[in-house]
């Protein structure tokens, strides 16, 4: 089992920046994917940003251009750069990390088997 920590989270004007992390422990070796997901109030948690052991990654549309997502493996730590933010990114960020590729591409929430607890995310017009 693998356990997730993010950190982070915080308040920003739209046009700011934040850098979301995720420290992994416990059995790390058996991550193949990690991820970013988010839920705004009254709305279904969606996929934000995906990547493999070996490097690729993947975007939702809406953050194409402006998020970056990354991962240190020295540090066991995933990261997810925010630029240009906007009100619309406003919701709680949870990393969550899986052991096989399926779900990967499309950010399937249910094909990822570990979740953290979250980090918020607020931005202010």
């Known amino acids: 089992q693998v356990q997730l920590v993010e950190s982070g989270g915080g308040s920003v004007q739209a046009g700011g920046s934040l850098r979301l992390s995720c420290v992994a422990s416990?059995?790390?070796?058996?991550?193949?994917?990690m991820g970013w997901f988010r839920q705004a109030p009254g709305k279904e948690r969606e996929g934000v940003a995906g990547i493999l052991s070996d490097g690729p990654t993947t975007y939702a549309d809406s953050v194409k251009g402006r998020f970056t997502i990354s991962k240190d493996n020295a540090r066991n730590t995933l990261y997810l750069q925010m630029n240009s933010l906007k009100p619309e990114d406003t919701a709680m960020y949870y990393c969550?990390?899986?052991?096989?590729?399926?779900?990967?591409?499309?950010?399937?929430?249910?094909?990822?088997?570990?979740w953290g607890q979250g980090t918020q995310v607020i931005v202010s017009s």
């Open positions: 969550a990390a899986g052991t096989i590729a399926r779900g990967w591409f499309q950010l399937r929430e249910r094909d990822f088997g570990d």
């Open positions: 416990g059995y790390t070796a058996s991550i193949y994917k």
